[in-house]
């Protein structure tokens, strides 16, 4: 089975900038999408960014539009979360998932990266 690891997270300033990436190792799937999600202590979990594989199609939440941008390699076994304009709202531990092939929701899931931003 596919396992993904989120790193990247950490310390930064508000208005700073920071690159979130995620590994896929283990046996090969096919993906239909990519996608980030973060979540904050007492709170549910959130929706950031997601494509399709293809690249075709990116979305994202209101709160990060035009300041945040998915991505991912050419091979398939990385993509990234670039943050721009940080906010103390960003604040949260975020986490990579994919959609496989056949499905209809985000199916596996990473551990989580922590981001804490700093006035």
């Known amino acids: 089975q596919v396992r993904l690891v989120e790193s990247g997270g950490g310390l930064v300033q508000a208005g700073d900038s920071l690159r979130l990436s995620c590994s896929a190792s283990?046996?090969?799937?096919?993906?239909?999408?990519v996608g980030w999600f973060r979540q904050v202590p007492g709170k549910e979990r959130e929706f950031v960014a997601s494509m399709v594989w293809t690249g075709a199609t990116t979305r994202y939440a209101d709160s990060v539009l035009g300041r945040f941008t998915i991505s991912r390699d050419k091979s398939g076994n990385m993509f990234y979360l670039q943050m721009n304009s940080l906010k103390r709202g960003d604040w949260a531990v975020y986490y990579c998932?994919?959609?496989?092939?056949?499905?209809?929701?985000?199916?596996?899931w990473g551990q989580g990266t922590g981001v804490t931003v700093y006035p």
């Open positions: 998932a994919v959609k496989s092939a056949g499905r209809n929701e985000f199916d596996l």
């Open positions: 283990g046996r090969t799937v096919s993906w239909r999408a």
